[in-house]
């Protein structure tokens, strides 16, 4: 029988749902339990592929190609496993299949209605994956906030499911905010108590409250907390303020929600093995050796658009003993001539290129480049990144003044980055992309090749440009080699001879950093960046 956790979230959004879900899952895998989470956003749209980064957060990629909520990279990376596309749920695919259904004939006359057709489409969703992945337990995590319209017919589902699925197979955690007002150091409960009663209304009587605080949650809140939700102190659970993300589920299992989980869903309790967990933490906590990493981009305002690649740097930094410090340059800034590169790119020891869409702040990239490049500094270029990169050099060493991306310039006479093939005369944007894994063979005696160390990688994507390859001969003979290609043609990777470590990629391996495995080439890059750190005079 699967067991359903539920996860809720109270009070405001972007409180950390996501990192307490994909927490309480990796708790109970530790158990030996096999887990999945699935994410619901009650949004319209089919996916998040279509959502601007600068307000919704990073799009992250699955294996299998989907463009989904940037929790699922949480998931991902607190489970150790590879999701699917279809552990993103969203209004838009729920309503698309019920319109299809409707107009197949398949409802026979009934009036299509949100109860019970809407909810019985999220519950079999919901069902399907937790049969799919074989799970003994499923998260399911509803985005938004209690009492948004939106999220009803979701919720509305999952209130169903505790009557379909019995008492002992669902469970209800609900995550709220409690504020500490500043004059007095008090936690404020109130808040809380009207979100479990705003939840209550509409049928559901939470389990579990996750409290989101600054400082741990005083015993006098916890009281009250549980008192006015009508749960056990035991089931109050103090999520507090901490260093980094990967502490809460060693800040929950200490207070024994594993026991409250177990006892409350019928689970045999196993002790869980966090030893090397712990010592992740504890690396990642304890490196002192101070790297500074410049990150060049135009998101750069909303941290979250280039979370993964963030926390990828921060798996590889916490194996090479490294503290990275993040020097966030906003290509703009650098294009409009308000910053020099030289100011913010003289005593940093080295960068990444940010991935991207569009014109705005591309020029900027490209001076950056130009200045880590001739400066021997250690570059990293992701996707759009590696791109610009490509750019900088067709106009800077190979003398094309006007070369640019097909993306930036329809006109440009030297498309050194161009339109995919594939991607010709598309009638939808949603989903169309070149997205997932792919297969990537590596050629040997390259830095690539020499951070992975296999002949054949699968990275994941998500790009319509790319290198245009009608310019491999005079990149090569000018010194900036291919060092891995796919096998539909397209050049994946690059890298500069005569330098520390210049390297693009037009895949995405941050999306598969995890913290006890972390990407080879984001490792390497670390490795070389600290061995250049070290070695230069500072
Ligand atoms: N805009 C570029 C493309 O579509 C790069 C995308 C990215 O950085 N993810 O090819």
Redesign the pocket.
Same mark, same amino acid.
């Given at each position: 029988m699967t067991k359903y956790i539920f996860v809720t979230g109270g009070v405001l959004s972007s409180v950390g749902k996501g990192v307490t879900t994909a927490s309480i899952a990796m708790l109970i895998k530790s158990m030996g339990y096999s887990v999945t989470a699935i994410k619901i956003d009650p949004y319209i749209n089919v996916d998040a592929g279509t959502m601007n980064p600068y307000a919704h957060g990073e799009v992250f990629v699955t294996e299998d190609g989907g463009e989904t909520d940037l929790d699922l990279g949480h998931y991902e990376r607190f489970l150790n496993v590879n999701l699917s596309k279809r552990n993103n749920i969203t209004t838009g695919q729920i309503y698309y299949s019920v319109i299809m259904k409707e107009r197949r004939g398949e409802y026979l006359g009934a009036t299509v209605q949100i109860i019970p057709h809407v909810t019985d489409e999220i519950k079999s969703s919901i069902r399907s994956i937790a049969k799919e992945m074989n799970a003994d337990v499923v998260l399911v995590e509803i985005g938004g906030t209690v009492g948004d319209i939106e999220g009803l017919p979701f919720l509305e589902a999952i209130r169903q499911m505790r009557l379909e699925e019995g008492f002992y197979n669902t469970l209800f955690v609900h995550v709220a905010l409690v504020p500490m007002l500043k004059a007095t150091g008090e936690q404020k409960t109130k808040p809380v108590q009207h979100s479990v009663q705003e939840l209550r209304r509409i049928g559901i009587q939470p389990d579990v409250i996750i409290a989101r605080c600054e400082k741990p949650l005083e015993p006098e809140a916890r009281k009250k907390i549980a008192l006015y939700s009508n749960v056990p102190p035991e089931a109050v659970f103090s999520n507090h303020d901490v260093e980094t993300i990967y502490e809460v589920p060693l800040v929950l299992y200490e207070q024994g929600l594993l026991r409250i989980v177990c006892e409350r869903l019928r689970l045999e309790y196993r002790e869980p093995d966090l030893s090397k967990w712990v010592d992740f933490v504890a690396k990642l906590k304890s490196a002192s050796f101070k790297l500074r990493i410049a990150m060049i981009g135009k998101y750069t305002k909303l941290r979250d658009s280039y979370i993964s690649i963030v926390e990828a740097i921060k798996h590889a930094s916490a194996h090479q003993g490294v503290k990275p410090e993040f020097i966030w340059i906003e290509s703009t800034d650098v294009e409009q001539g308000s910053v020099r590169v030289e100011d913010v790119l003289g005593n940093v020891d080295c960068a990444l290129i940010l991935?991207? #869409? &569009?014109k705005r702040g591309t020029e900027g990239k490209v001076k950056a480049i130009r200045y880590l490049r001739e400066n021997n500094i250690p570059t990293l270029g992701?996707? #759009? &990144?590696f791109?610009m990169m490509i750019v900088e050099f067709a106009r800077n060493v190979l003398g094309l003044k006007d070369a640019n991306?097909r993306?930036l310039d329809p006109n440009t006479a030297n498309p050194v980055?161009d339109l995919l093939p594939s991607q010709q005369n598309l009638q939808f944007m949603g989903g169309t992309?070149r997205l997932g894994a792919k297969p990537i063979k590596l050629i040997r005696g390259t830095l690539v090749y020499e951070a992975y160390k296999k002949d054949v990688v699968f990275e994941r994507h @998500? %790009? @319509?440009?790319?290198f245009n390859t009608k310019y491999v001969d005079v990149f090569e003979s000018s010194g900036f080699v291919i060092s891995g290609f796919s096998y539909d043609g397209v050049i994946e990777f690059m890298e500069l001879k005569d330098h520390r470590f210049f390297v693009g990629t037009q895949s %995405?391996p941050e999306f598969k950093s995890r913290p006890l495995n972390p990407s080879p080439l984001y490792n390497f890059f670390i490795y070389v960046s600290k061995e250049y750190a070290r070695s230069s005079a500072r």
């Open positions: 991935p991207g #869409f &569009g992701i996707c #759009f &990144g791109q991306s993306e980055v992309m @998500r %790009h @319509r440009y790319a %995405h």
